[in-house]
């Protein structure tokens, strides 16, 4: 077990950094950072080959341009959100950031795609991106958000708790494409008037020159903003080949 400082303009109490296995494997648990220290690469970086920041407070994942050997990381229990720029570790095959806020699935797993191409295991639990009965989904939602993840990394063996089926894997190549999940927009963007909204600023009325709505065979125009996501909608159905 070491010691390392936290950056900072006024001095915090040493992080308690332990290594194990030969120093392969790196863990800093329950130490409330709210990112990886940046001088543990240079110093462990060409050795570990297992890294653990659970239960902490990191938003980002940075400085893990040094760790070229690591097979597993894992992040579960803190705050990643979407936005992640992982440098390139060819020999990532485990990744677990259950119980985070990442809440767009797709630019999240364009990173993992780019990053980690030979990733086999990942586990996305309890964030909002991960449809199932954690989030109070059902188990169709989660078939979906799993052909998704599938089409995106289709070399995965296992996704969350469960294996990869070869039939799965032949469906999620077949349909994994139509099916992304698409993030429930905020109570604010709900409320928000439409003349604020930069979409709706080129819309326009109906020319005066129609009848009132209010005159038989009257129109009328209007911009509703409302979105239904039922999960009984039609339009999360799959249409398939013999049914067109």
């Given at each position: 077990?070491?010691?390392?400082?936290?950056?900072?303009?006024?001095?915090?109490?040493?992080?308690?950094?332990?290594?194990?296995?030969?120093?392969?494997?790196?863990?800093?648990?329950?130490?409330?950072?709210?990112?990886?220290?940046?001088?543990?690469?240079?110093?462990?970086?060409?050795?570990?080959?297992?890294?653990?920041?659970?239960?902490?407070?990191?938003?980002?994942?940075?400085?893990?341009?040094?760790?070229?050997?690591?097979?597993?990381?894992?992040?579960?229990?803190?705050?990643?959100?979407?936005?992640?720029?992982?440098?390139?570790?060819?020999?990532?095959?485990?990744?677990?950031?259950?119980?985070?806020?990442?809440?767009?699935?797709?630019?999240?797993?364009?990173?993992?795609?780019?990053?980690?191409?030979?990733?086999?295991?990942?586990?996305?639990?309890?964030?909002?991106?991960?449809?199932?009965?954690?989030?109070?989904?059902d188990?169709?939602?989660?078939?979906?958000?799993?052909?998704?993840?599938?089409?995106?990394?289709?070399?995965?063996k296992?996704?969350?708790?469960?294996?990869?089926?070869e039939?799965?894997?032949?469906?999620?190549?077949?349909?994994?494409?139509?099916?992304?999940?698409?993030?429930?927009?905020?109570?604010?963007?709900y409320?928000?008037?439409?003349?604020?909204?930069?979409?709706?600023?080129?819309?326009?009325?109906?020319?005066?020159?129609?009848?009132?709505?209010?005159?038989?065979?009257?129109?009328?125009?209007?911009?509703?903003?409302?979105?239904?996501?039922?999960?009984?909608?039609e339009?999360?159905?799959?249409?398939?080949?013999?049914?067109?």
């Amino acid at each position: 077990m070491e010691g390392t400082s936290s950056q900072g303009d006024e001095p915090k109490a040493q992080l308690e950094v332990t290594l194990q296995d030969d120093n392969k494997k790196l863990s800093i648990v329950g130490q409330d950072i709210d990112s990886f220290p940046e001088d543990l690469g240079p110093k462990h970086g060409q050795t570990v080959t297992q890294l653990d920041l659970s239960h902490n407070n990191i938003t980002k994942i940075t400085n893990l341009e040094h760790f070229t050997k690591l097979d597993s990381l894992v992040v579960d229990n803190n705050s990643l959100t979407s936005n992640q720029s992982f440098p390139p570790i060819k020999t990532l095959r485990t990744l677990c950031v259950n119980n985070n806020n990442i809440s767009e699935l797709e630019p999240f797993l364009n990173v993992v795609t780019e990053s980690f191409p030979n990733l086999t295991y990942l586990s996305l639990l309890k964030n909002p991106a991960c449809p199932n009965y954690f989030t109070g989904k059902d188990q169709e939602d989660y078939q979906r958000y799993r052909f998704f993840v599938l089409y995106k990394l289709p070399n995965l063996k296992y996704l969350d708790s469960s294996p990869v089926t070869e039939n799965e894997r032949k469906e999620a190549k077949r349909v994994g494409k139509f099916v992304g999940v698409v993030a429930r927009p905020s109570e604010e963007e709900y409320e928000k008037p439409a003349d604020e909204d930069p979409d709706m600023k080129d819309i326009k009325g109906l020319s005066t020159e129609l009848r009132a709505a209010d005159r038989p065979g009257g129109a009328s125009f209007g911009v509703s903003r409302y979105v239904y996501y039922g999960r009984q909608s039609e339009g999360n159905r799959f249409i398939r080949d013999d049914a067109l």
